[in-house]
């Protein structure tokens, strides 16, 4: 009977943990149910219900069902977080019979930590002057803003620069996304994805050899990213300057946005960790960014605003954002 009333206790001392636990795994099969469907139109369209449907199950375990659940909320990376913000836009714009769900879901990450009340008040259909949680959010005391405030430009980019890129017809931001199989290249609401731009081009050789740095067709950015200064760049400014995007942060880190060959198609890409042909661009007319090696352009297809491609046919004009230091 002893051993019998001492499991009891330990069962029962582990129970907290275990709700947890399973708070923790409904929430992460929410998310990323939730970075699945945003991965393209076809996907959302088959799986934004029930992506919604498991986002607010695991949200609402977490939140009000286990002890400290808020946690869970609040160590959601970042870029994870915005997919989820720009998800829950998506669902108030277009199922009208959800917005008293997704003002009970975007309360509870209104609630969770800055970062969210961050994104949810940078949507417009969330966090504008008439947005779902404009409430909420102003008893938390966060201003009600407009979405696509970041200053933004024509792609003006300097070596070593930290830059979103935002596609200017549809005002959404180029970002790498984590999915079930390999990183997703999609376009977002909001800013997800921040790129590191390394320059090279004609002279840039000369450049490096002055600090005895061999430049090959596929540079390793750190043997002479930290040496050339930008006002060497600036003597080469009438050169057409080619130049790689290397992804700060999860997933793909490090790895330099380019091209791979499928079956006869070339797509999209950020898997490489070398700085080589494949991975090399340069700006063209109307602020169009061209892929080199192929000689296409980067596109977003206004049918499919979450889509970006390379295009022989058409390109987008491209605005670049500067990220914090």
């Known amino acids: 009977m002893a051993n019998s009333t001492r499991g009891g206790a330990a069962a029962g ?15 992460h099969a929410g998310i990323e149910a939730v970075c699945n469907a945003m991965s393209g139109e076809v996907r959302f369209t088959n799986e934004n219900e029930a992506a919604f449907a498991l986002l607010r199950k695991g949200c609402r375990h977490c939140w009000g069902r286990t002890p400290g659940g808020g946690e869970a909320l609040r160590q959601v990376p970042a870029e994870k977080q915005a997919v989820v ?23 509870i990450l209104a609630k969770a930590s800055p970062s969210w009340q961050e994104l949810l008040a940078g949507s417009e259909a969330l966090g504008g002057p008439d947005g779902l949680l404009v409430e909420e959010l102003k008893a938390l005391g966060v201003p009600a803003t407009t979405a696509g405030e970041a200053n933004l430009s024509a792609p ?30 999609m376009m977002t609401e909001l800013p997800v994805s921040l790129f590191v731009c390394y320059f090279l081009g004609k002279g840039l050789s000369e450049a490096c050899g002055s600090f005895s740095t061999e430049v090959s067709e596929e540079t390793d950015v750190s043997s002479f990213s930290s040496q050339l200064s930008k006002s060497r760049l600036a003597e080469l400014e009438g050169e057409t300057l080619e130049f790689g995007l290397a992804h700060e942060g999860v997933p793909s880190c490090g790895r330099f946005l380019g091209s ?18 494949r991975e090399r661009w340069s700006r063209g007319s109307g602020a169009s960014l061209q892929h080199q090696s192929s000689g296409l352009w980067l596109c977003v297809d206004p049918c499919s605003p979450n889509k970006v491609s390379l295009s022989s046919q058409e390109h987008s004009a491209w605005e670049a954002g500067a990220g914090s230091g």
């Open 156 to 185: 003006v980019l300097e070596h070593e620069a930290r830059v979103f890129l935002r596609e200017k017809k549809s005002q959404r931001y180029l970002s790498i996304i984590s999915s079930s199989t390999d990183a997703c290249i």
């Open 13 to 27: 001392c582990s129970g907290p943990a275990d709700g947890n636990d399973l708070a923790e795994k409904a929430l």
């Open 85 to 107: 913000v720009a998800f829950l836009t998506r669902i108030a714009e277009i199922r009208r019979g959800a917005l008293r769900r997704v003002q009970e879901l975007g309360a």
């Open 260 to 277: 791979r060959r499928r079956w006869t198609e070339v797509e999209l890409c950020c898997s490489s960790r070398s700085f080589g042909k």
